[in-house]
């Protein structure tokens, strides 16, 4: 069985500095990593997606992630936040079993001026 | 433009009445899911259905029941069997048969119940 850990639950940052939220997974089989972004009361938005490959992914609004094997982590970074990243950040997991994720409990961040 | 909808947007029911939340996707995809939502606990898989007339139990499938009849559309029912039922209720789907899919997700139901 697998679990995702999200490490912090809230972050705070003020706007134009970096951000790392990060996320640590237990897998005995190789997996697929995923983050997702939710903005108040809507939906799941992906962000990036790592399946095979160069372990840095670059996906939307400027985030990035990377898969680190041997530390089993797939933390996500953004060199310089805005007003408008101000989300909950989802960790999800998928493993050969089948075709659902596990998500993990998710991050709040918050940018502050 | 091709996406997923969940309706309504919020939804208030007394206690012991059943209530069907509706999900509709025109994406052509053959998997769907349903995820609830509370604050604090991430996502958990309530049920998954991988094609037409077939569906499976995800982790907290007790007190909810689904159908799959057409390819687009993949209700919900919360029945009075479940205990807590007031939650954000998230419906998803995915291309099919490969876990590297990515899963889109409707806006979400807010169900109330009192």
């Known amino acids: 069985a697998q679990s995702v850990t999200q490490l912090d639950s809230q972050v705070p940052v003020f706007e134009e500095a970096p951000v790392e939220l990060r996320c640590n997974y237990s897998?005995?089989?190789?997996?697929?990593l995923f983050w997702y972004v939710q903005y108040p009361n809507q939906g799941l938005q992906l962000l990036l997606k790592y399946l095979s490959g160069s372990t840095l992914v670059k996906g939307i609004n400027g985030f990035e992630a990377e898969f680190n094997k041997s530390q089993t982590s797939f933390h996500l970074r953004k060199p310089s936040v805005h007003i408008s990243d101000t989300a909950e950040y989802f960790c999800?997991?998928?493993?050969?079993?089948?075709?659902?994720?596990?998500f993990g409990k998710g991050t709040s961040l918050l940018v502050t001026p | 433009d091709g996406g997923i909808t969940q309706s309504p947007k919020y939804l208030f029911r007394k206690e012991g009445q059943n209530v069907t939340l509706s999900c509709e996707q025109n994406l052509n995809h053959d998997a769907m899911y349903w995820y609830r939502q509370d604050p604090g606990q991430g996502l958990r898989l309530i049920y998954y259905s991988q094609i037409v007339n077939d569906f499976q139990k995800g982790d907290i499938a007790e007190g909810y029941s689904v159908s799959r009849e057409k390819k687009e559309s993949f209700p919900l029912t919360v029945t009075s069997a479940q205990k807590n039922p007031t939650a954000f209720y998230l419906c998803?789907?995915?291309?099919?048969?490969?876990?590297?899919?990515?899963?889109?997700f409707g806006p979400g139901t807010r169900l109330t119940v009192t």
């Open positions: 897998s005995s089989v190789s997996v697929y």
């Open positions: 998803a789907s995915s291309i099919g048969k490969s876990r590297s899919y990515e899963q889109y």
């Open positions: 999800a997991v998928s493993e050969n079993s089948g075709y659902a994720l596990n």
